[in-house]
């Protein structure tokens, strides 16, 4: 069965610092690979998604995030964080070909950004 | 804002008893999604619907149930509570099925049973 595994549950940086949060998935092809961010009290928005094509993938407030196919990885990256990114990020799978929606989460990485 | 809307915000209720969560998708998407978030099982896909039909089920237990009506909008069903069904409840939308189709959550619905 399909899994999503982030092994960090709680990261704190300092501001202006470099971020990566890790995410490995478990899938018998390559599946469709999202990352969210769900800041407290709000709903999940979309940071990047990987389908196809360039691993390296650059996504919505200066994240991007590098397919590694042979390691079953997706990692979410930022240069130098900012004190609004304090928040939880979710690694997510999707079916791949398949007419089913449906996403599978990990079960995310809390980030503290320290001043 | 997602443009997804789901109401009640907030629900508290007691043990055994029945409640119904609304989600509206946003204008032009057909397919609607159903996730629980919780302490202890993280985020899980619950049901997903197409154009007024079952498209996809995930760990939805047998005393949920949901439906999409014809003006789209989808209704989740959750009987006999249980305190452990205390979560959060997100509502997601997209244009079409298939997971290539950005799904847009909405606000959430925290419900406590007590």
């Known amino acids: 069965a399909q899994s999503v595994t982030q092994p960090d549950i709680h990261i704190t940086v300092s501001e202006g610092a470099s971020l990566e949060l890790r995410c490995n998935y478990s899938y018998g092809a390559t599946p469709y690979l999202f990352w969210y961010v769900q800041s407290p009290g709000q709903g999940l928005q979309l940071l990047l998604k990987y389908f196809s094509g360039d691993t390296l993938v650059q996504g919505i407030k200066g994240f991007e995030a590098e397919f590694k196919r042979s390691q079953s990885s997706f990692n979410l990256r930022k240069p130098s964080v900012h004190w609004s990114d304090a928040a939880e990020y979710f690694c997510a799978v999707g079916l791949y070909g398949g007419s089913q929606g449906n996403l599978i989460f990990g079960k995310g990485t809390k980030l503290s950004v320290k001043p | 804002d997602s443009g997804v809307t789901q109401t009640p915000k907030h629900l508290i209720t007691a043990t055994g008893q029945r409640v119904t969560l609304r989600c509206s998708p946003r204008?032009?998407?057909?397919?609607v999604y159903w996730y629980q978030q919780s302490l202890d099982q993280g985020l899980q896909f619950l049901i997903q619907?197409?154009?007024?039909?079952?498209?996809a089920k995930g760990n939805i237990l047998e005393r949920f149930s949901a439906q999409q009506f014809p003006d789209l909008h989808s209704e989740l069903n959750l009987s006999s509570l249980e305190l452990g069904d205390s979560a959060l409840y997100f509502c997601?939308?997209?244009?079409?099925?298939?997971?290539?189709?950005?799904?847009?959550f909405g606000p959430g619905t925290r419900l406590t049973v007590l």
């Open positions: 619907y197409y154009n007024g039909e079952e498209r």
């Open positions: 204008s032009g998407d057909l397919s």
């Open positions: 997601a939308s997209s244009v079409l099925a298939g997971a290539l189709n950005e799904q847009f």
